[in-house]
Each structure stands twice: as C-alpha cells, then as structure tokens.
C-alpha cells in the first residue's frame, strides 16, 4: 500500500472515531425536524390572538405589526412535508417585538415530543427571532422528561415560505445535566 492511501486509511479511521464519540456523548441530544406553522386556509395552526389586525393601515409594515401576538400549536416533522412522520408539537406564543428596520419576533414556547425515541419529554425555547435572517439562534432554557435540566440552543433555518405559511428547519443541541437532582 502507498504511504499516500495509508495515511488517507488512518486519517479516516481518526475521523470515524471522532465522530462516533461524538454521537455517543451521552450528555448531548443532537435533534433535527421541521416545524409548520400554517396561518392561511381553513386549518391553521397559528392564529393571532391580539394586537392590531395585520392588515392595519400604518405606515411601514413593520410598525404596523408590531405588538401583534399569535398563539401556535405547529406539527413537527421529520422531513419538510407535512405528511411526513410526525413527531411532537410546538406550543407557544409569538410576538412581533421589533419596532423598526427588521421582523423580530419574541419567541416563548415549549416542543413536546409526540412520537420517536424522545416520546413524552420536551424541551423550552425563549428568544428573539428575526425572522428575515437566514439562520437564527434561539437558546433552550430547559425541559422535561429526558430533557430534566437540560440547556442548549437551537439554530432555525427558513425553508420554504408561501401565503404566509413557513416551513422552518430545526437544529437543536441539548446538553444534559447527568447529576439527577430529584434523587
Ligand atoms: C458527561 O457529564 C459528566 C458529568 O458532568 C462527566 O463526568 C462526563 O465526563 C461527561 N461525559 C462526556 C463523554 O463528556
Ligand atoms: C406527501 O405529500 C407530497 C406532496 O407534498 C406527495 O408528493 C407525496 O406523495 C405525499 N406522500 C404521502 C405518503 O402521502
Ligand atoms: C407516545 O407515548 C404515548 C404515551 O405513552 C403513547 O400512547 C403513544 O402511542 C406514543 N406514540 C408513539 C408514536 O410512539
Ligand atoms: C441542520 O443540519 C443539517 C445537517 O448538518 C444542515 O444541512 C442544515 O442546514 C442545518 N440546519 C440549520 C437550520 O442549521
């Protein structure tokens, strides 16, 4: 074997192993989904529950949203379409917290796992969403169930947006407190 094709074995070899003690840290959950969140049609899973209408006549759209709130109740998925396998929910509030120059929304909600390995546990996210930016940032400030103390973040990417009705991709990294404070 040339010495070129035995390094290139080894450093595969390195790179294997890197990444199954990545993926066997026990105290870190790597998850990703797709979240729907459906404004438009007859089923809607998010609705706007206070604050001016959205089509209030203000000056700049922006302005005009701001202070609205909407309520959700959005299915997640584990592949973009919707009638892929279901596996919880995100509950929650979102409002729109910006004034001027962007979309932000604040985000609080909790996503409860309905199906999958991670079954009956949730985790919750508060943060600040500007929505225009291609990938946003959110932090995890706990959970339930295999999520008990959990802490982490999630990164949300747009992926596809029509009629008002947005498919948002989720990565999200838990990191688990292992000392069980409830012993
Ligand atoms: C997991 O966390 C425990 C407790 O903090 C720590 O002792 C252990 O080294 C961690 N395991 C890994 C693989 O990092
Ligand atoms: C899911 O919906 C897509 C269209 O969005 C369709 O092409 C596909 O056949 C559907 N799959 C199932 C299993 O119903
Ligand atoms: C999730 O857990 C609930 C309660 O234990 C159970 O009834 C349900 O069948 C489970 N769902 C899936 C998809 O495993
Ligand atoms: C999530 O991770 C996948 C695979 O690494 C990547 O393709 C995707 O762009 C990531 N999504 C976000 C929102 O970061």
Known sequence: MAVSSKILVISMAILVAVCSTEALDPNVTRIQFYMHDIVSGPNPTAIQVAGRQTNYAGTDPIAAMFGSVFMMDNPLTVTPELNSTLIGRAQGIYAMSAQQNEFSLLMTLTF???GGQYNGSSFSVVGRNPIMN???????VGGTGIFRLVRGYCLARTFSFRNMDAVIGYNVTL??????YSR
Not at 134 to 140: L, S, T
Not at 175 to 180: K, S
């Open 134 to 140: 291609e990938v946003r940032e959110m932090p995890v």
């Open 175 to 180: 990191i688990h407190d292992l000392y069980d």
């Open 112 to 114: 409860g796992m309905t």
